[in-house]
T-cell receptor
Framework: EADIYQTPRYLVIGTGKKITLECSQT?????MYWYQQDPGMELHLIHY???????EKGDLSSESTVSRIRTEHFPLTLESARPSHTSQYLC???????????????FGPGTRLTVL | AQKVTQAQTEISVVEKEDVTLDCVYE???????LFWYKQPPSGELVFLIR??????QNEISGRYSWNFQKSTSSFNFTITASQVVDSAVYFC??????????????FGKGTKLTVNP
């Protein structure tokens, strides 16, 4: 069973608010990911981290930002939420250091964000 | 670029029927891995299987089985004697090289399976 946690599970917030979605894992994984999942089910990679102090943008352009100060923690922040940010956000992590390890990703339960 | 196609957007079956979810992939890599994930209504993605490109043996796990055929670039998933609890969205994914020599998963668009009692 994967030990990866996301809070909050559900968030309804007004336009213009700053929000932070939390993601933590207790598996010691170096690689962590954020995905955005639209109502049509498709998953889009928006951020990626190789390890502490390393972050990369994903395939889908996102106004959100991420940080990786500790191995276990990978929060996502929206400085000013808008209705277009309404989506499900999924955090994942995978074992292995550097390079391609082909390991499976373990996913958190997701945060369903609604911006009014 | 790598690509994963799940042509079936939605499938609806009656309990105890067998059902096959199709997955076709495109890659130029000689070494690659394929995955299946299940996303129940609760929202989290649950890892089901990982298969490498050098192992074409079919795999069976309980009521689940997977058929990997490199000749047709397919990695299909069959549920035997489906149950209501199998209702979920199922994603097929392919590992792809990413920036800095690392990797990411390329997901198909998912197949929503509904098993009716």
């Amino acid at each position: 069973e994967a030990d990866i946690y996301q809070t909050p599970r559900y968030l309804v917030i007004g336009t213009g608010k700053k929000i932070t979605l939390e993601c933590s894992q207790t598996m010691g994984h170096d690689k962590m990911y954020w995905y955005q999942q639209d109502p049509g089910m498709e998953l889009h990679l928006i951020h990626y981290s190789y390890g502490v102090n390393s972050t990369e943008k994903g395939d889908l352009s996102s106004e959100s930002t991420v940080s990786r100060i500790r191995t276990e923690h990978f929060p996502l922040t929206l400085e000013s939420a808008r209705p277009s940010h309404t989506s499900q956000y999924l955090c994942a992590s995978t074992a292995g250091v550097g390079g391609r390890t082909y390991n499976e990703q373990f996913f958190g339960p997701g945060t369903r964000l609604t911006v009014l | 670029a790598q690509k994963v196609t799940q042509a079936q957007t939605e499938i609806s079956v009656v309990e105890k029927e067998d059902v096959t979810l199709d997955c076709v992939y495109e890659t130029r890599d000689t070494t690659y891995y394929l995955f299946w994930y299940k996303q129940p209504p609760s929202g989290e993605l649950v890892f089901l299987i990982r298969r490498n490109s050098f192992d074409e043996q079919n795999e069976i796990s309980g009521r689940y089985s997977w058929n990997f055929q490199k000749s047709t670039s397919s990695f299909n998933f069959t549920i035997t004697a489906s149950q209501v609890v199998d209702s979920a969205v199922y994603f097929c994914a392919l590992s792809e090289a990413f920036r800095g020599g690392s990797e990411k998963l390329v997901f198909g668009k998912g197949t929503k399976l509904t098993v009716n009692p």
